[in-house]
């Protein structure tokens, strides 16, 4: 069976744990909306959490980076009085380094990631959303900011009055086209549906893709009651106008979602979910270890 799963953040990395588990044949099409220039590098924080998750090196407290990596540079450029609020350990930044390299040589994104992928001995495929520049922007009342810049330096304080994606009519990647295309199932998995799942459905293509596979999709709450169940989703859902629960998740992927898993806690929102369009199944959500990571996943792929 081939499954697809669209992936950001530290969310989709534990459920990707379980799907990696259960499918000889697993692709993760990533969001590319956190990418980021830094000191001269390009960091692609969610590709860069799948394939750490999917090689079994990543810090799994933290959610990003490598188990056991060192900060020296980051202190270096501390002492020498640079900027360093965007924490990079030093063996995560020889992904970024290698990745600038190869494009810098010419690569599309595509081709650089499948060169890393392969250089963390990964079976399996990640593949960005589109190869065409795309950031998410948080407006706020004092201006507009990169998100990582809101969430990372500024640790997602303030107002928020909207989200923008720059460069939303990028268009969908072949690769990612193609994998949608062919899936037999598609996972949506839990992720903050503005700025992980959202910039991948404002990119050209995506929507359409989803819309047209024979595939079922099937998709992971990230929410319990009226909040998320780790970062700012809640704030930035309402900031966008979507209702920050469940129903709401499932009213904004209405338009290609078959299944929705959501949390039994939320058992009095299951009809207003399948109002919203997709068949609504009730599971505790919540993935402490490996276990729930492999049952969620298993659970997703048999919906």
Not at 49 to 73: C, K, P, Q, S
Not at 240 to 267: C, E, N, Q
């Amino acid at each position: 069976m081939k499954v697809v799963a669209l992936a950001g953040g530290t969310g989709s990395a534990k459920l990707l744990r379980g799907l990696k588990e259960l499918s000889a044949d697993l692709t993760v099409v990533c969001n590319v909306g956190d990418n980021f220039h830094w000191k001269g590098l390009l960091v692609c924080p969610d590709i860069d959490i799948a394939m750490y998750a999917l090689a079994g090196v990543g810090d799994r407290n933290r959610g990003w980076g490598i188990e056991g990596d060192t900060f020296h540079t980051l202190s270096e450029l501390n002492r020498l009085g640079a900027e360093a609020w965007f924490r990079v350990g030093d063996r995560d930044l020889a992904t970024s380094m290698i990745r600038t390299d190869l494009m810098s040589r010419g690569m599309s994104l595509s081709e650089a990631t499948e060169g890393l992928a392969r250089k963390h001995g990964l079976a399996q495929k990640v593949i960005p959303v589109t190869d065409d520049p795309m950031e998410t922007h948080i407006l706020t009342p004092k201006g507009e900011l990169h998100l990582q810049e809101f969430w990372v330096r500024d640790r997602g304080r303030g107002h928020v009055k909207g989200v923008a994606y720059h460069g939303a009519s990028a268009g969908i990647s072949k690769s990612a086209r193609k994998e949608i295309l062919d899936a037999d199932r598609l996972v949506v998995c839990p992720a903050n549906p503005v700025t992980s799942i959202g910039p991948m459905l404002a990119v050209r293509g995506v929507v359409d893709a989803l819309v047209q596979t024979s595939g079922r999709i099937s998709a992971l709450s990230p929410m319990i009651g009226k909040g998320p169940i780790s970062g700012p989703a809640g704030k930035l859902m309402k900031a966008t106008g979507i209702r920050p629960d469940s129903v709401g998740v499932a009213m904004f992927y209405s338009d290609f979602l078959d299944v929705m898993i959501v949390d039994r806690a939320d058992a009095a929102l299951r009809k207003q979910v399948e109002a919203a369009g997709p068949r609504c199944l009730l599971s505790d959500i919540t993935i402490r270890d490996e276990r729930d990571a492999v049952r969620l996943a298993r659970e997703l792929i048999a919906a």
